[in-house]
């Protein structure tokens, strides 16, 4: 966690996901880890997920969902070294369809910025939708942002 928290795109893109130290870190993932009994509903409070490489078990990411006015919005990040390998967008598709079978969503929202290019890629090669582009409060600040919807779909891959 500390690893993702140091690289230079989580900084950028995911500011709130940046822990100052290890104590915050730890604090944050206690919080998180409770959150799965109580509500343990992404409708209701975050619930996190964390990507790993099937063959060495090696941590390569989180794939979050969370409340967002009346929808769920999902969150992802992937390692810098273990990225364009499509591992971000598998992470994406095989959760989402997760949280939907588990949860009954009819959808799932993701915001990331207008700029962050690499970002909408990999959303578009998980089946999300472009929607439209906004001016929100993103990040703590005032964004150009776009949205993306994910429907499941039996004839998705």
């Avoid at 940046?18 to 992404?42: F, H, K, T």
């Avoid at 929808?71 to 070294?81: D, F, L, N, R």
């Avoid at 290019?117 to 939708?129: C, D, Q």
Wanted: hydrophobic residues 40%; aromatic residues 10%; proline residues 6%.
């Amino acid at each position: 966690m500390m690893e993702l928290n140091g690289e230079p795109s989580t900084r950028r893109w995911l500011p709130s996901h940046v822990c100052a130290d290890i104590s915050e870190a730890s604090s944050r993932m206690q919080y998180l880890i409770a959150c799965y009994a109580s509500p343990g509903d992404p409708r209701l409070g975050p619930y996190v997920l964390a990507v790993e490489h099937l063959a060495s078990g090696a941590l390569l990411g989180h794939v979050g969902f969370s409340p967002f006015d009346s929808e769920v919005e999902v969150s992802y990040a992937i390692a810098e070294h273990a990225r364009r390998r499509g591992y971000g967008s598998e992470a994406l598709l095989y959760s989402c369809r997760w949280a939907a079978e588990n949860f009954d969503l009819p959808s799932i929202l993701a915001i990331t910025e207008t700029e962050n290019e690499p970002s909408r890629r990999t959303l578009e090669r998980a089946a999300f939708v472009h929607d439209r582009d906004i001016v929100m409060q993103f990040q703590w600040k005032e964004e150009s942002v776009s949205r993306y919807l994910w429907r499941p779909s039996i004839d998705s891959p």
